[in-house]
Protein backbone atom coordinates (compact mmCIF):
# COMPACT_ATOMS: atom_id res chain seq x y z
CA UNK A 1 0.00 0.00 0.00
CA UNK A 2 1.47 3.40 -1.18
CA UNK A 3 1.63 6.66 1.38
CA UNK A 4 -0.74 8.08 -0.64
CA UNK A 5 -3.33 5.46 -0.66
CA UNK A 6 -2.86 4.30 3.45
CA UNK A 7 -5.84 5.40 5.27
CA UNK A 8 -5.41 5.21 9.07
CA UNK A 9 -7.17 6.96 12.60
CA UNK A 10 -4.71 9.88 13.30
CA UNK A 11 -6.74 10.78 16.58
CA UNK A 12 -9.82 9.77 18.54
CA UNK A 13 -11.97 11.47 21.01
CA UNK A 14 -14.46 10.71 24.15
CA UNK A 15 -17.08 12.31 26.14
CA UNK A 16 -19.14 11.11 28.99
CA UNK A 17 -21.75 13.52 31.02
CA UNK A 18 -20.92 13.93 34.72
CA UNK A 19 -23.72 12.00 36.43
CA UNK A 20 -22.81 8.19 37.52
CA UNK A 21 -25.57 5.40 37.80
CA UNK A 22 -23.13 3.10 39.79
CA UNK A 23 -24.42 -0.67 39.92
CA UNK A 24 -25.83 -0.18 43.71
CA UNK A 25 -28.19 2.41 42.33
CA UNK A 26 -29.23 -0.11 39.64
CA UNK A 27 -29.77 -2.78 42.07
CA UNK A 28 -32.30 -0.23 43.80
CA UNK A 29 -34.06 0.86 40.36
CA UNK A 30 -34.33 -3.16 39.34
CA UNK A 31 -34.36 -5.59 42.26
CA UNK A 32 -31.05 -7.26 40.76
CA UNK A 33 -28.53 -8.17 43.25
CA UNK A 34 -25.58 -5.80 43.10
CA UNK A 35 -23.58 -8.74 42.77
CA UNK A 36 -25.37 -10.16 39.33
CA UNK A 37 -24.80 -6.55 38.14
CA UNK A 38 -21.24 -6.27 38.65
CA UNK A 39 -20.52 -9.90 37.81
CA UNK A 40 -23.28 -11.03 35.26
CA UNK A 41 -24.18 -7.73 33.76
CA UNK A 42 -20.43 -7.25 34.16
CA UNK A 43 -20.95 -3.37 35.12
CA UNK A 44 -20.00 -1.30 37.81
CA UNK A 45 -21.30 1.96 36.55
CA UNK A 46 -21.99 3.68 33.67
CA UNK A 47 -22.65 7.80 32.47
CA UNK A 48 -26.47 8.63 31.94
CA UNK A 49 -26.78 12.47 30.61
CA UNK A 50 -29.67 14.70 31.96
CA UNK A 51 -32.57 16.02 29.81
CA UNK A 52 -30.34 18.97 28.35
CA UNK A 53 -27.86 16.93 26.55
CA UNK A 54 -28.59 14.80 23.73
CA UNK A 55 -26.78 12.74 21.39
CA UNK A 56 -25.28 15.76 18.65
CA UNK A 57 -24.13 17.22 21.55
CA UNK A 58 -22.20 14.51 22.99
CA UNK A 59 -20.74 13.57 19.86
CA UNK A 60 -19.53 17.57 19.14
CA UNK A 61 -17.56 17.38 22.70
CA UNK A 62 -16.42 14.10 21.83
CA UNK A 63 -14.63 15.54 18.83
CA UNK A 64 -13.52 19.24 20.21
CA UNK A 65 -10.34 17.50 21.47
CA UNK A 66 -9.44 16.28 18.14
CA UNK A 67 -10.24 19.45 16.55
CA UNK A 68 -7.62 21.25 18.61
CA UNK A 69 -5.10 19.75 16.74
CA UNK A 70 -5.75 20.14 13.49
CA UNK A 71 -6.89 22.76 10.61
CA UNK A 72 -10.69 22.55 10.61
CA UNK A 73 -11.18 23.40 7.28
CA UNK A 74 -8.93 20.09 6.43
CA UNK A 75 -12.18 18.47 7.01
CA UNK A 76 -13.83 17.09 4.13
CA UNK A 77 -16.53 14.64 5.34
CA UNK A 78 -18.38 13.80 8.60
CA UNK A 79 -20.31 11.17 9.28
CA UNK A 80 -22.61 10.63 12.31
CA UNK A 81 -22.10 6.45 13.27
CA UNK A 82 -24.25 7.10 16.70
CA UNK A 83 -26.98 6.06 18.46
CA UNK A 84 -30.43 6.06 15.71
CA UNK A 85 -31.99 8.17 19.47
CA UNK A 86 -31.21 11.32 18.67
CA UNK A 87 -32.74 14.78 19.52
CA UNK A 88 -35.62 14.63 17.10
CA UNK A 89 -37.50 11.85 14.95
CA UNK A 90 -37.10 12.09 11.17
CA UNK A 91 -33.96 14.52 11.49
CA UNK A 92 -30.29 14.27 10.55
CA UNK A 93 -28.02 15.33 13.28
CA UNK A 94 -25.14 15.59 11.26
CA UNK A 95 -25.69 18.85 9.98
CA UNK A 96 -26.10 20.31 13.37
CA UNK A 97 -22.33 18.74 14.28
CA UNK A 98 -20.77 20.00 11.10
CA UNK A 99 -22.24 23.68 12.02
CA UNK A 100 -21.40 23.69 15.79
CA UNK A 101 -17.83 22.22 14.72
CA UNK A 102 -17.35 24.68 12.65
CA UNK A 103 -16.34 21.99 9.77
CA UNK A 104 -17.49 24.66 6.94
CA UNK A 105 -15.42 22.85 4.09
CA UNK A 106 -16.96 19.49 4.93
CA UNK A 107 -20.17 17.96 3.97
CA UNK A 108 -22.12 15.85 6.32
CA UNK A 109 -23.90 12.95 6.73
CA UNK A 110 -25.16 9.64 8.89
CA UNK A 111 -24.76 5.73 9.43
CA UNK A 112 -27.09 3.95 11.29
CA UNK A 113 -26.85 0.33 12.30
CA UNK A 114 -27.46 0.59 15.48
CA UNK A 115 -24.59 -1.09 18.37
CA UNK A 116 -22.85 -2.60 14.94
CA UNK A 117 -21.69 0.76 13.35
CA UNK A 118 -17.80 1.81 13.97
CA UNK A 119 -16.51 -0.80 12.67
CA UNK A 120 -19.16 -0.59 9.45
CA UNK A 121 -18.12 3.44 9.64
CA UNK A 122 -14.33 2.26 9.48
CA UNK A 123 -14.81 0.42 6.08
CA UNK A 124 -16.99 3.37 4.95
CA UNK A 125 -14.25 6.04 5.92
CA UNK A 126 -11.68 4.03 4.37
CA UNK A 127 -13.30 3.10 1.01
CA UNK A 128 -14.25 6.96 0.51
CA UNK A 129 -10.72 8.22 1.11
CA UNK A 130 -8.91 5.29 -1.31
CA UNK A 131 -11.80 5.82 -3.74
CA UNK A 132 -11.73 10.14 -4.10
CA UNK A 133 -8.65 12.10 -4.67
CA UNK A 134 -10.85 15.05 -3.36
CA UNK A 135 -11.44 14.02 -0.11
CA UNK A 136 -8.07 13.92 2.40
CA UNK A 137 -9.44 13.74 6.03
CA UNK A 138 -13.37 12.11 7.16
CA UNK A 139 -14.54 13.10 10.88
CA UNK A 140 -16.62 10.19 12.43
CA UNK A 141 -18.52 10.91 15.49
CA UNK A 142 -21.21 9.52 17.15
CA UNK A 143 -23.38 10.15 20.12
CA UNK A 144 -25.54 8.16 22.41
CA UNK A 145 -28.57 9.15 25.40
CA UNK A 146 -29.87 5.11 25.35
CA UNK A 147 -29.74 5.09 28.76
CA UNK A 148 -32.74 6.88 28.82
CA UNK A 149 -34.56 4.42 26.65
CA UNK A 150 -34.39 1.91 29.30
CA UNK A 151 -37.63 0.87 31.36
CA UNK A 152 -36.05 -0.76 34.41
CA UNK A 153 -39.62 -2.25 35.18
CA UNK A 154 -39.70 -4.20 31.87
CA UNK A 155 -37.86 -7.43 32.44
CA UNK A 156 -38.00 -8.21 28.70
CA UNK A 157 -35.48 -5.43 28.09
CA UNK A 158 -33.43 -6.89 30.73
CA UNK A 159 -30.52 -7.53 28.87
CA UNK A 160 -30.17 -4.10 27.46
CA UNK A 161 -30.01 -2.62 31.45
CA UNK A 162 -26.40 -1.92 30.89
CA UNK A 163 -27.46 0.58 28.37
CA UNK A 164 -25.14 3.92 28.57
CA UNK A 165 -24.42 7.62 27.72
CA UNK A 166 -21.54 9.26 25.70
CA UNK A 167 -19.62 10.21 22.54
CA UNK A 168 -16.67 9.00 20.56
CA UNK A 169 -15.23 10.48 17.37
CA UNK A 170 -12.22 9.25 15.67
CA UNK A 171 -10.23 11.49 12.25
CA UNK A 172 -9.56 8.91 9.52
CA UNK A 173 -7.17 10.24 7.34
CA UNK A 174 -5.40 9.16 4.24
CA UNK A 175 -1.42 9.21 4.24
CA UNK A 176 -1.71 8.25 8.22
CA UNK A 177 1.42 7.60 9.85
CA UNK A 178 -0.17 6.68 12.84
CA UNK A 179 -2.21 3.72 11.99
CA UNK A 180 -3.35 1.93 8.90
CA UNK A 181 -7.15 0.70 8.38
CA UNK A 182 -6.66 -3.25 6.94
CA UNK A 183 -9.75 -5.21 6.38
CA UNK A 184 -12.98 -5.32 7.58
CA UNK A 185 -16.37 -8.24 7.68
CA UNK A 186 -19.56 -8.03 8.17
CA UNK A 187 -22.83 -10.81 8.25
CA UNK A 188 -26.23 -10.13 8.61
CA UNK A 189 -29.31 -12.24 9.88
CA UNK A 190 -31.76 -10.14 8.95
CA UNK A 191 -34.50 -13.28 10.73
CA UNK A 192 -33.97 -11.24 13.97
CA UNK A 193 -35.16 -7.96 12.53
CA UNK A 194 -38.39 -7.90 14.73
CA UNK A 195 -37.16 -8.92 17.94
CA UNK A 196 -35.68 -5.76 19.62
CA UNK A 197 -37.29 -2.11 19.04
CA UNK A 198 -38.83 0.57 20.22
CA UNK A 199 -42.65 -0.35 19.17
CA UNK A 200 -44.05 2.70 19.14
CA UNK A 201 -43.20 6.32 17.61
CA UNK A 202 -42.98 4.87 14.32
CA UNK A 203 -45.45 4.66 11.11
CA UNK A 204 -46.55 1.28 12.25
CA UNK A 205 -47.55 2.66 15.69
CA UNK A 206 -47.87 6.63 15.65
CA UNK A 207 -47.30 8.50 18.99
CA UNK A 208 -50.58 8.73 21.03
CA UNK A 209 -52.07 8.81 24.31
CA UNK A 210 -52.48 4.82 24.68
CA UNK A 211 -48.90 4.62 23.45
CA UNK A 212 -47.79 6.60 26.17
CA UNK A 213 -50.00 4.72 28.94
CA UNK A 214 -49.06 1.67 28.04
CA UNK A 215 -45.12 2.65 28.11
CA UNK A 216 -44.44 1.65 24.60
CA UNK A 217 -42.03 4.15 23.89
CA UNK A 218 -39.38 2.30 25.69
CA UNK A 219 -36.82 -0.70 24.15
CA UNK A 220 -38.76 -3.73 24.20
CA UNK A 221 -38.28 -7.30 23.23
CA UNK A 222 -40.82 -9.15 21.55
CA UNK A 223 -40.44 -12.07 23.08
CA UNK A 224 -37.05 -12.76 25.22
CA UNK A 225 -37.37 -16.62 25.34
CA UNK A 226 -37.51 -17.04 21.67
CA UNK A 227 -34.96 -14.46 21.08
CA UNK A 228 -32.80 -16.09 23.36
CA UNK A 229 -33.26 -19.82 21.52
CA UNK A 230 -32.21 -18.29 18.45
CA UNK A 231 -29.43 -16.29 19.25
CA UNK A 232 -27.49 -17.87 21.84
CA UNK A 233 -26.01 -20.69 19.38
CA UNK A 234 -25.03 -18.42 16.95
CA UNK A 235 -23.78 -15.05 18.64
CA UNK A 236 -20.21 -16.17 19.60
CA UNK A 237 -19.70 -18.13 16.59
CA UNK A 238 -21.08 -15.24 14.30
CA UNK A 239 -18.29 -12.58 16.27
CA UNK A 240 -15.34 -15.42 15.96
CA UNK A 241 -16.28 -15.67 11.88
CA UNK A 242 -15.92 -12.04 11.72
CA UNK A 243 -13.06 -11.88 13.18
CA UNK A 244 -11.08 -14.49 11.82
CA UNK A 245 -12.68 -13.33 8.41
CA UNK A 246 -11.23 -9.34 8.89
CA UNK A 247 -8.20 -10.54 10.11
CA UNK A 248 -7.39 -13.09 7.24
CA UNK A 249 -8.29 -10.33 4.60
CA UNK A 250 -6.02 -8.56 6.08
CA UNK A 251 -2.83 -10.79 6.02
CA UNK A 252 -3.11 -11.72 9.48
CA UNK A 253 -4.28 -14.87 12.22
CA UNK A 254 -5.88 -15.07 15.51
CA UNK A 255 -2.40 -15.13 16.83
CA UNK A 256 -1.52 -12.46 15.47
CA UNK A 257 -4.16 -9.99 17.43
CA UNK A 258 -2.70 -8.00 20.05
CA UNK A 259 -5.58 -6.04 21.10
CA UNK A 260 -9.81 -6.33 21.04
CA UNK A 261 -12.29 -3.67 21.08
CA UNK A 262 -15.46 -5.08 21.65
CA UNK A 263 -18.73 -3.80 22.26
CA UNK A 264 -19.91 -3.91 26.45
CA UNK A 265 -21.95 -6.99 26.56
CA UNK A 266 -22.24 -9.71 29.95
CA UNK A 267 -19.27 -10.90 31.62
CA UNK A 268 -19.70 -14.54 30.31
CA UNK A 269 -20.02 -13.64 26.45
CA UNK A 270 -16.77 -11.26 27.00
CA UNK A 271 -14.58 -14.15 28.83
CA UNK A 272 -16.17 -16.84 25.93
CA UNK A 273 -15.62 -14.82 23.20
CA UNK A 274 -11.56 -13.99 24.17
CA UNK A 275 -11.49 -17.88 24.78
CA UNK A 276 -12.63 -18.44 21.66
CA UNK A 277 -10.21 -16.23 19.94
CA UNK A 278 -7.38 -17.43 22.04
CA UNK A 279 -6.79 -13.96 24.15
CA UNK A 280 -6.30 -12.92 27.45
CA UNK A 281 -8.15 -10.71 29.42
CA UNK A 282 -5.78 -7.49 29.29
CA UNK A 283 -5.32 -7.36 25.65
CA UNK A 284 -8.98 -6.42 25.47
CA UNK A 285 -11.35 -3.04 27.09
CA UNK A 286 -13.91 -4.32 28.86
CA UNK A 287 -16.02 -0.92 29.41
CA UNK A 288 -17.41 -2.49 33.07
CA UNK A 289 -17.14 1.31 34.06
CA UNK A 290 -18.98 2.85 30.96
CA UNK A 291 -21.61 0.26 30.07
CA UNK A 292 -22.75 0.19 26.50
CA UNK A 293 -22.89 2.98 24.50
CA UNK A 294 -24.68 1.78 21.17
CA UNK A 295 -21.90 1.71 17.99
CA UNK A 296 -19.63 3.75 20.16
CA UNK A 297 -18.24 0.90 22.16
CA UNK A 298 -15.19 0.13 20.02
CA UNK A 299 -14.04 3.50 19.39
CA UNK A 300 -14.26 4.20 22.72
CA UNK A 301 -11.78 0.87 23.50
CA UNK A 302 -9.53 2.42 20.99
CA UNK A 303 -9.50 5.94 22.70
CA UNK A 304 -8.86 3.79 25.92
CA UNK A 305 -6.45 1.40 24.23
CA UNK A 306 -4.31 4.13 23.27
CA UNK A 307 -4.63 5.81 27.04
CA UNK A 308 -3.50 2.99 28.63
CA UNK A 309 -0.52 2.09 25.96
CA UNK A 310 -1.59 -1.04 24.51
CA UNK A 311 -0.89 0.04 21.39
CA UNK A 312 2.88 -0.10 20.72
CA UNK A 313 4.37 0.21 17.05
CA UNK A 314 2.89 -2.92 14.98
CA UNK A 315 0.21 -3.86 17.22
CA UNK A 316 -2.98 -5.35 15.53
CA UNK A 317 -6.77 -3.94 16.90
CA UNK A 318 -9.89 -5.42 16.10
CA UNK A 319 -13.18 -3.31 16.30
CA UNK A 320 -15.61 -6.22 17.11
CA UNK A 321 -19.32 -5.13 17.37
CA UNK A 322 -22.58 -6.40 16.71
CA UNK A 323 -26.50 -4.61 16.62
CA UNK A 324 -29.74 -6.14 16.69
CA UNK A 325 -31.04 -6.77 13.84
CA UNK A 326 -28.44 -8.72 13.78
CA UNK A 327 -25.52 -7.83 11.93
CA UNK A 328 -22.05 -8.88 13.71
CA UNK A 329 -18.84 -6.60 12.35
CA UNK A 330 -15.31 -6.63 12.89
CA UNK A 331 -12.35 -3.91 11.13
CA UNK A 332 -8.74 -4.75 11.67
CA UNK A 333 -6.27 -0.91 12.12
CA UNK A 334 -2.59 -1.60 12.35
CA UNK A 335 -1.33 0.54 14.94
CA UNK A 336 1.99 2.58 14.33
CA UNK A 337 3.87 2.99 11.00
CA UNK A 338 6.00 -0.46 10.98
CA UNK A 339 4.81 -4.00 10.23
CA UNK A 340 4.90 -6.55 12.50
Known amino acids: MTLAKNVGIVDTGMFFPPQVQTASQMAEQTGIPEEAIIEKFGLVKKHVSDHDLHASDMAVRAALPILEKVDRNDIDVVIYFGSPYKDYQVWSCAPKI ?28 KDMLVSDDFIRNVLLVGGCKESHLIDYENTRS ?23 ILASAIMTDGSFHDDVKVPAGGSRMPASTLTLQERLHSIDVKDPASMKSRLDPVSVPNFVQVVKTAVARSGYTLADIDCLLPLHTKRSMFEELLAQLGLQEEQAIYLDEYGHMSAL ?40 SGAK
Open 98 to 125: QHELGLNNAYAFEMMNVSSCFPIALKVA
Open 297 to 336: DPCIGLHLARERGMLQDGSLAVALSAGTGYTWAATVIEWG
Open 158 to 180: RFMFNFADGGAAALVQRGAQTSR
